[in-house]
């Protein structure tokens, strides 16, 4: 069975940046959207940003001028490089991928956590 495998949380001071990237492997085939979400502890969780296949993009206010996100199709894997980074950023990344005929799928997560 597919998986998502992220990569590239951790500890970073406020003003730093982090990448995070997750690849799709196994059986997950035809991707459609790939993007991230992030859940604090205590509340929902929430669109960070996405892309579809065609490159268009969507970001959340709050990280919009700070985060990127991009995707190398061939690679099946999706970005998320994240500047000048707050303490407020703190919480658990999950990235998805939505498929044609088998829905959305979810990464493990990957914490990432920024210092004042």
């Known amino acids: 069975q597919g998986q998502l495998v992220e990569s590239g949380g951790g500890l970073v001071r406020a003003g730093g940046s982090l990448r995070l990237s997750c690849a799709a492997s196994?059986?997950?085939?035809?991707?459609?959207?790939m993007g991230w979400y992030r859940q604090a502890p205590g509340k929902q969780r929430e669109l960070v940003a996405a892309?579809?296949?065609?490159?268009?993009?969507n970001y959340a206010e709050f990280v919009k001028g700070r985060f990127t996100i991009s995707r190398d199709n061939a690679k099946n894997t999706v970005y998320l490089q994240m500047s000048s980074l707050k303490p407020e950023d703190t919480a658990v990344y999950y990235c998805y991928a939505d498929t044609t005929w088998a829905g959305r799928h979810w990464g493990p997560g990957t914490q990432v956590t920024v210092s004042s």
């Open positions: 892309m579809n296949s065609g490159g268009s993009t």
């Open positions: 196994g059986s997950i085939f035809n991707i459609n959207a």
